[in-house]
């Protein structure tokens, strides 16, 4: 893609995301065509900002600017994502908590589903908590990939949500096991 920031026009950069699991990063290429310079970033993580931080400032400094802090700015929009991350979550706690129950019983949702892409996908009956605290739920399994696997909770209808206990994994939606989708 074409990136012209703080009025850069002939700074070109492409991305490219390589993944060799469980270790996945991302490259950046930069030609500055004007200064005859090209350099690469090659990382093991897939930290976007210090990416940005990296790619920018390497580049100011190859044409002489350093007029701009590109870690600051980049702990700035990392915070303000961040900020609004935790008030969209905020809003999907109270939609989930304003939300219809499902229309049949939980063992009901259970059942092993095949996805061409994720493999066997299982929901199984299982019970949370101890003691006085024990209720019924249903647990998802992605079969193929061991971190993904977590409670599904009603969230609205036909529609249940997990949380998978690594925080690395996404939260996901899944409708109706007859609708699923992720």
């Given at each position: 893609f074409?990136?012209?920031?703080d009025g850069i026009?002939?700074?070109?950069v492409?991305?490219v ?6 270790i996945?990063g ?6 500055i065509?004007?200064r ?6 090659f990382s093991n ?5 210090l990416?940005?931080a990296?790619?920018s400032g390497?580049?100011?400094i190859?044409?002489?600017k350093?007029?701009?802090d ?9 915070a ?10 905020a ?5 989930q908590a ?12 259970a ?11 299982v ?8 003691g006085?605290d024990?209720?019924?739920?249903l647990w998802?399994t992605?079969?193929?990939?061991p ?6 909770e009603?969230?609205?209808g036909?529609?249940?949500?997990t ?5 690395e ?10 609708y699923?989708?992720?």
């Amino acid at each position: 893609f074409f990136q012209a920031e703080d009025g850069i026009r002939d700074t070109s950069v492409t991305g490219v995301q390589t993944c060799a699991l469980p270790i996945c990063g991302i490259s950046a290429t930069v030609l500055i065509p004007g200064r005859k310079v090209g350099f690469s970033i090659f990382s093991n993580a897939e930290e976007s900002f210090l990416l940005r931080a990296l790619r920018s400032g390497i580049a100011d400094i190859c044409m002489g600017k350093i007029d701009k802090d590109w870690i600051a700015d980049s702990k700035r929009l990392e915070a303000e994502g961040n900020a609004k991350s935790v008030a969209a979550a905020a809003e999907i706690d109270a939609k989930q908590a304003a939300g219809a129950p499902p229309s049949m019983p939980l063992d009901a949702y259970a059942g092993t589903w095949r996805d061409p892409w994720y493999g066997d996908i299982v929901i199984a009956p299982k019970t949370r908590g101890r003691g006085r605290d024990r209720k019924p739920g249903l647990w998802l399994t992605f079969t193929h990939t061991p971190a993904l696997q977590g409670w599904l909770e009603p969230y609205d209808g036909e529609t249940f949500r997990t949380r998978f206990p690594r925080s690395e994994e996404h939260t996901s939606e899944l409708q109706s096991p007859m609708y699923l989708v992720c």
